[in-house]
């Protein structure tokens, strides 16, 4: 089977199976989407999700969190993984959006990896999910199901590397969406030590039965 011919399948499936689909992160803002993001680094949505309701009622925009004290905000996300990392880098964002661009959440991509704790995976989900835009952010699930669904080479070994390979194939309109349905493949049905092939509409498709 060609690669071409392998994309349009499996993209084929998702655009049926699951044509509507966003983030699992709950938010109320592009601020509040930012903040969960950064939270999520090497931490489950499912915990980011039990912390940031208190964290949002305290801090609900830049301007509120850039006037709190690291030790703070401590406190609200002490149960992610790296709060001390996270509580420095989020009051240290807040400040600098709420000084230069008024509290707002910037599209452009330059601006976004400027700020402290976003890097390219947290850049690309901001500019898909809040912004529309065709950036496909690479997880450790996107990372797995890629080429467990032969979608990239072997030789892609780093998220830059599936990244330009996935969205090489996939058409730009799919690109927003192509991020959480191979998360989520990921996450309910190819995981990481036992994928439950049993239940996996596309497992002929797998790269085990190339």
Known sequence: MKKKERYDKILGHFR????????????????QLLVAVVLSAQCTDKRINQVTPNLFAHYPDAKSMAKADEEDVFEWIRSVSY???KAKHLVELARILAEKYDGEVPSNYDDLLSLPGVGR?????????????????????VFRVAHRLGLVNKSDNTPYKVEMALTKYIPDEDIPNAHHWLLLHGRYVCTARKPHCEKCEIEALCAKNL
């Open 16 to 31: 049926e199976k699951m044509p509507v689909v966003t983030t699992e992160l709950d938010f109320g803002s592009t601020f």
């Open 83 to 85: 709060p001390n990392a």
């Open 121 to 141: 995976k947290t850049a690309n989900v901001i500019q898909s999910v809040a912004f529309g835009k065709a950036t496909l952010a690479v997880d450790t699930h």
